[in-house]
């Protein structure tokens, strides 16, 4: 079976943020979809540079290196090295400029091959707390894992699952973009693609507000994705999101 996928966008500035420092984008290529979402930080404009130059330099690198003889391992490397080259030239710019010093952004993508026989495959990697969602015959599991503190805690049996939801740790991150703790970069999954599923990618400015439930049931219900993304993200604003909101749906369909 071929698949193609629909996809959707939305990057909303909200209601108590002076300047909007997602930077969200699709890149389609000849044999290459790349869906990535990232999340700045730095005060300033550096926030926005910085969540800029990771949409840039990601699909940038893996359009040169992802080549058609790849197998999945070799394209989960690429994906890592791609993240690892982004989060250099970030710590570089950080270094040269006084006010681009504390930078850095969360980045979370779905890097889909639309060659024949691999198109079932998709690549999924993410840095900082954006995450990435699955959900298939109305259930949502989450296939990113945060690297805040409070899901270090999690890690340690010092905390629960729900008590991270609301702990005062949940959006200090200890690793990111701009940061040395990337070092070889992240674990890269790869999910086995079915007709039907659908697939979030979204910064904390939705998933903060939104439950998962929730976030499940309205993307099972849509029928059109740009309209999907919009819906979200003025859903998280509805329920009072205090940050930007940015997000990519996609749909995966019989070709």
């Known amino acids: 079976m071929a698949f193609t996928l629909n996809i959707g966008k939305c990057s909303l500035l909200g209601n108590y943020r002076e300047n909007n420092e997602d930077c969200v984008d699709v890149k389609v290529f000849p044999d290459l979809i790349v869906n990535i979402v990232a999340d700045g930080m730095g005060g300033q404009a550096a926030g926005e540079i910085a969540s800029r130059k990771a949409v840039d330099i990601i699909p940038r690198e893996l ?37 681009m010093k504390n930078m850095g952004t969360t980045v979370v993508m779905a890097v889909w091959r639309k060659e024949k026989g691999k198109d079932h495959e998709l690549f999924v990697a993410g840095v900082g707390d954006s995450r990435c969602y699955l959900v298939r015959n109305r259930r949502i599991t989450q296939l990113t894992v945060d690297h805040s503190l409070a899901q270090a805690l999690v890690e340690a049996r010092t905390i629960s699952p729900a008590e991270a939801k609301d702990h005062r740790f949940r959006n200090v991150l200890w690793k990111y973009l701009g940061s040395k703790e990337v070092g070889e970069g992240p674990d890269v999954a790869v999910v086995q693609l079915q007709a039907g599923d659908r697939l979030l990618l979204c910064t904390d400015g939705l998933t903060g507000v939104v439950s998962d439930e929730d976030l499940a049931a309205y993307i099972t219900n849509a029928t059109d994705m ?29 070709a």
């Open 226 to 254: 740009q309209q999907c993304a919009e819906g979200l993200g003025q859903l998280a604003l509805d329920q009072n999101s205090r940050d930007n909101v940015s997000c990519v749906v996609i749909d995966v369909a019989e």
């Open 63 to 99: 359009r040169k290196n992802v080549t058609q003889h790849l197998n999945p391992e070799g394209v989960k490397s690429t994906v890592r090295r791609a993240i690892v080259q982004a989060n250099e030239e970030i710590m570089a710019m950080g270094a040269l400029d006084k006010d």
